[in-house]
């Protein structure tokens, strides 16, 4: 990714053309096609989403998708951050299926830089085993709790605002600190340094990037991934912004390489949410929450472009200045949805 | 910095902008 850049403009469309084009047409054909299988016509301006309530352009989906992709891309986040709360707030889809909806974005946003991070070995699959294991977990988990106590939407917007509030914190401390992942950013290309196992003992393993070393407990991991995965999979986000703040403070884990694991992740714990607001609430008494499968695939289409572009510019783009700003929007969100929640406020959104 | 990297640093800011004008458009056509 970060070598990119000076790649000759040739080569990057023909890694568009061949690697990320593919990926975006497939999401938009089973949008179409998921949209007359779910409910015979396609949802858009004219006629509402049945599930969501609202009516809302194609374009501006897929749109959603693009931009937070790319902007959160940038400030290694996932796009649910922002994906979240501008479609309960602005396209005013608020009631519970919006997160199994998001939850097909964030499964399937990260796919194109879970094959990009194989093909070029930055990734490890003892650093992200039991972290993903403990999300199938909280996988399967978390929907009952989107299915009951925060069914209500001013619970549901209390909780999404203290995440919110929680990334917003992060993005500030990244700007205060002028970090930047520059050049130091796995998935360099290929002849990059990989991220390598380098003992397993018990129930420890200790990993290796670019000369450093980091011992983890996998009993940790599992339990880390499977906290995080109730909380994540209940709101409708991919668990990045809980699991990277652990490891960079417990395990002093660079955030150049939490990636390796938290992407991976995002993508196990996406599915089994999936999986569990489809089948096993249904299968278990509750009634099943499903998504807009066509306003997920319409998202992660613009999501998997926004996301490839962020990839490609990100060595020239001012990276505590970004922090700052999208710090700034995500507190002013949060602020307003916990404020709701305890003094409702006199307008709409 | 040539003119390619300076659009390239400016980009974010142009793509923020054009989604808080894309969302006042929706929710002036569409609340």
Same mark, same amino acid.
């Given at each position: ?19 990320? %084009?593919?990926?975006?047409? %497939? =999401?938009?054909?089973? /949008? ?19 599930? !969501? ?5 194609? $374009? ?8 937070? #992709? ?7 986040? !996932?796009? @649910? ?29 990260? *796919? ?20 993903? =294991?403990? #999300? ?14 925060? !069914? ?25 600190? #002028? ?8 998935? #360099?290309?290929? @002849?990059?340094?990989? *991220?390598?196992?380098? !003992? ?5 393993? &200790? *990993?290796?990037?670019? /000369?450093?070393?980091? &011992? ?22 991919? /668990? ?19 990636? %390796? ?6 993508? =196990? ?23 807009? $499968?066509? $306003? ?7 999501? *998997?472009? /926004?996301? $490839? ?21 995500? %507190? ?18 | ?31």
């Amino acid at each position: 990714m970060a070598q990119a850049p000076s790649a000759p403009r040739s080569s990057l469309l023909r890694e568009f053309a061949l690697q990320q %084009a593919p990926l975006i047409l %497939a =999401a938009l054909a089973l /949008g179409f096609v998921t949209a007359y299988l779910q409910h015979g016509f396609v949802p858009g301006a004219d006629r509402p989403y049945p599930l !969501a309530g609202v009516r809302v352009p194609v $374009w501006h989906v897929i749109w959603m998708g693009a931009w937070t #992709g790319y902007t959160m891309a940038l400030v290694g986040q !996932a796009a @649910g951050i922002f994906a979240l709360p501008y479609s309960t707030s602005v396209l005013q889809f608020s009631n519970p299926h919006v997160t199994p909806s998001t939850l097909l974005l964030t499964f399937l946003n990260p *796919i194109g830089a879970l094959l990009g991070f194989r093909r070029t070995g930055q990734w490890n699959l003892h650093f992200a085993g039991w972290l993903c =294991a403990g #999300g199938v977990l909280g996988g399967l988990i978390g929907p009952f709790l989107r299915a009951g106590l925060l !069914a209500d939407v001013d619970v549901f917007r209390l909780l999404l605002g203290l995440a919110l509030a929680f990334v917003s914190v992060q993005l500030a401390q990244k700007a205060l600190s #002028g970090f930047a992942a520059g050049e130091k950013a796995p998935g #360099g290309g290929v @002849g990059a340094p990989r *991220i390598v196992t380098l !003992a397993r003992e018990r129930a420890r393993i &200790t *990993i290796g990037y670019r /000369g450093g070393q980091w &011992t983890l407990h996998q009993g940790v991991l599992f339990a880390l991934g499977a906290t995080v995965g109730v909380i994540s999979s209940a709101l409708g986000l991919g /668990g990045a912004f809980l699991i990277v703040p652990f490891l960079v403070v417990v395990y002093k884990v660079p955030l150049y390489v939490v990636p %390796a694991a938290t992407i991976p992740y995002a993508v =196990a714990l996406s599915a089994t949410g999936l999986l569990t607001y489809c089948l096993l609430l249904p299968l278990l008494g509750a009634a099943p929450l499903a998504p807009e $499968w066509a $306003w997920g695939f319409f998202a992660a289409a613009g999501g *998997i472009f /926004g996301s $490839w572009v962020a990839a490609k510019t990100q060595l020239h783009v001012p990276e505590p200045l970004l922090n700052a700003m999208l710090g700034a929007v995500l %507190a002013a969100v949060a602020i307003l949805y916990v404020t709701n929640f305890f003094f409702p406020l006199p307008f709409r959104f | 910095m040539n003119d390619e990297h300076k659009l390239l640093a400016y980009l974010p800011l142009m793509v923020l902008a054009a989604a808080a004008l894309v969302a006042v458009f929706h929710i002036l056509t569409f609340w």
